[in-house]
């Protein structure tokens, strides 16, 4: 018996509705971490949309229905929560204090389960330098590398106890500044100085963790080096070399810089190369800078799960005009740009949108697994915004949730990693 494609390809949404739902968690000035829950429902529409596969007719596109509501605040031992971040080993979710006198704090939390019927249970907190602002694994979510800003310090820990102990190893003094750490597959550790404008490189030994400088990358003087990304995979290059490419953010200049990345024998450390014409403005091609007064504009980077793309938030852009309730405090909101990473054009960035980031400063951000969904946090209008993202072209689609949360937003983590 023959089938048409068509009526293989119906899709099940057309006879019931199905839910799912994420956690999403955010540290903010309140002292607190905020749990939410994104729920998002398919159902059967009329909508007047669409899907043909193929050349047949095959659905109308399911709709869709999202909430964004709070399911649990708790308070954390840290001041200043200020980046949370979940080691996808072990699902222990570890939370940076940005406290600015006294001492900090890193706390380890077991993580609620996915349907949210419980809050995180805290593992072990030990007490650190002040300021941390960005914590990164290193290998296989064995080590914690915390920079701290104005400590300007590097310090790791052992975290290989699956009871979430956290083992101070060593602390590294620099002008290290804000918010560090990045690696790419290998052997090195990277820590983005941002007061020395320096990408500071260390190999990790993989047995006690501990690291040993290699010489740094030295980023333009006054850019401000604040955040860098590998590309997913390596690139191949014109002289048949495939590498990675490294994207460093530089706040000040507003500037995103592309380096080849090759490995240097004798385990001497990454030379990193930078491309010709490899520097772009973080903002939609063609926008002059703002006048910030010296303050930062580029936030983060993001590397699209795909690989395909790389995504940058901006603050003090107020490139978006809108209503104060749309985007908090003031109806203005800064943007978030999308590039393609070209992969056949050794890793160049393409231009692709550039989207509401649903408020004003725009610090932080991060993507669901899919890559289908962005949660932006919003530092000044301690809001929450959640937008639905096109896996082929990359482009932010239309902000789908929103919720305030209590305190200026610092760090947000989207967790559907619940299935280990
Ligand atoms: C912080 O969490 C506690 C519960 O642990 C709650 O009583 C308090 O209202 C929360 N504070 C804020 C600012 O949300
Ligand atoms: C929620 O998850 C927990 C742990 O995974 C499980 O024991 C519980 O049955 C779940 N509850 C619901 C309502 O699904
Ligand atoms: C606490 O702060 C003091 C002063 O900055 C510092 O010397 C000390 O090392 C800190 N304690 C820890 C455990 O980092
Ligand atoms: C946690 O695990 C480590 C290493 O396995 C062990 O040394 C330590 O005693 C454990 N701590 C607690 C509180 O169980
Ligand atoms: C760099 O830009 C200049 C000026 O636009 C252009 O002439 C040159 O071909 C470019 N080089 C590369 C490698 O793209
Ligand atoms: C936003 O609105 C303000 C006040 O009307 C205006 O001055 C500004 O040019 C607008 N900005 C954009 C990006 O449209």
């Known amino acids: 018996m023959h089938f048409s494609r068509a009526s293989i390809a119906l899709p099940i949404w057309l006879f019931c509705s199905t839910v799912q739902s994420d956690l999403i968690y955010v540290a903010s000035s309140s002292k607190n971490i905020t749990t939410l829950s994104l729920t998002y429902e398919y159902f059967a529409s009329t909508n007047p949309d669409i899907y043909v596969e193929d050349g047949y007719f095959a659905g109308f596109a399911p709709e869709k229905k999202y909430s964004l509501s709070v399911v649990d605040t708790f308070k954390t031992p840290a001041a200043s929560p200020a980046w949370i971040t979940l080691n996808k080993h072990n699902n222990i979710l570890y939370l940076v204090d940005g406290v600015t006198a006294g001492n900090g704090s890193l706390t380890a939390y077991r993580t609620s389960s996915k349907n949210a019927t419980g809050p995180p249970v805290e593992l072990d907190s030990v ?20 920079a701290h800003y104005t400590s300007s310090a590097l310090h790791i820990y052992d975290i290989t106890a699956s009871n979430g102990t956290i083992l101070p190893l060593e602390t590294f003094t620099c002008t290290m500044s804000s918010p560090g750490p990045a690696y790419p597959r290998g052997p090195y550790l990277l820590a983005v100085d941002l007061g020395a404008d320096k990408v500071r490189q260390y190999i990790i030994n993989m047995e006690t963790l501990l690291l040993d400088e290699r010489p740094a990358l030295n980023a333009t003087p006054g850019s401000g080096a604040r955040h860098g990304v590998f590309t997913k995979d390596p690139i191949m290059f014109p002289d048949g070399v495939a590498s990675y490419v490294f994207y460093l953010a530089a706040e000040i200049a507003g500037t995103i810089t ?8 004798n385990r001497g450390g990454l030379q990193f190369d930078l491309l010709p014409n490899g520097t772009y403005s973080s903002l939609e091609l063609g926008t002059p800078q703002p006048d910030t007064g010296g303050k930062g504009i580029t936030g983060e980077l993001l590397i699209s799960p795909d690989g395909e793309f790389l995504i940058a938030s901006n603050r003090r852009d107020k490139k978006f005009n809108g209503t104060a309730t749309q985007y908090p405090p003031d109806g203005q909101s800064d ?11 050794a890793g160049r960035l393409d231009f692709v949108q550039s989207a509401a980031a649903g408020g004003y400063i725009s610090r932080t951000m991060n993507l669901n697994s899919a890559g289908n969904l962005a949660v932006i946090g919003t530092q000044e209008g301690n809001r929450l915004a959640v937008l639905e993202r096109d896996l082929g072209s990359g482009l932010f689609k239309k902000q789908v949730a929103d919720a305030y949360v209590e305190g200026d937003i610092w760090g947000v983590l989207w967790n559907d990693y619940n299935d280990i």
């Not at 007490?127 to 915390?146: I, M, R």
């Not at 592309?258 to 024998?265: H, I, N, P, W």
């Not at 590039?339 to 054009?345: K, W």
């Open 127 to 146: 007490e650190c330098l002040l300021d941390g602002a960005y914590a990164g694994f290193y290998p296989n979510g064995k080590g914690l590398a915390v």
């Open 258 to 265: 592309a380096y080849r990345v090759t490995y240097l024998t």
């Open 335 to 345: 943007s978030i740009s999308t590039f393609r990473i070209r992969q056949d054009l």
